[in-house]
């Protein structure tokens, strides 16, 4: 059965849905007769296109309205001292490959938005982050499907 543009439509939305993203959406695409190379790269694409737009929606909120209040501009403010601190150099070090392993993983919370969110309030570099995002979401995106389709078990 292929899929139809609706069908796609969907799966390109849940692949930017927090917990969803592609380690559910790759296995229901699959599961909806779309070939699996088809949906792994669709999925991830989708995935990895919601990187920059939270980025872009933490920086307009937290300095429009969130900056505003004090338990979170403390606890902002908390990350970022601790991060310009003499430890720093350890996640200066690290924070790539970090920041890939994390997102590689494919279990929940492990995903695009909580190293978005992590990436933000560490303040690291964007594009970057996005590139170091997104390799990671291929790494994930991968493992789903090969256990999906049975070559990889987990």
Known sequence: MALDNLDWALLAVLSMVPFWEGRYTIPLAIAMGADPLA???WC?????????????CLRVVYTRWL???N??????EACVRR???KNSKVLERWQEL?????VAIP????????????????QLDERKSVLVIGTGVLIACAITTLATLGILSI
């Open 44 to 56: 991830a694409a989708f995935n990895i296109l919601a990187s920059p737009i939270i980025f872009f």
């Open 83 to 85: 991060v310009s601190s």
């Open 67 to 69: 900056c505003r209040i």
């Open 107 to 122: 279990v929940p919370v492990t995903g695009v938005w909580t190293a978005t969110l992590l990436a933000f309030l560490f």
């Open 71 to 76: 338990p979170v501009r403390n606890v902002y």
């Open 98 to 102: 970090g920041l890939i392993v994390f």
């Open 39 to 41: 949906a792994y790269l």
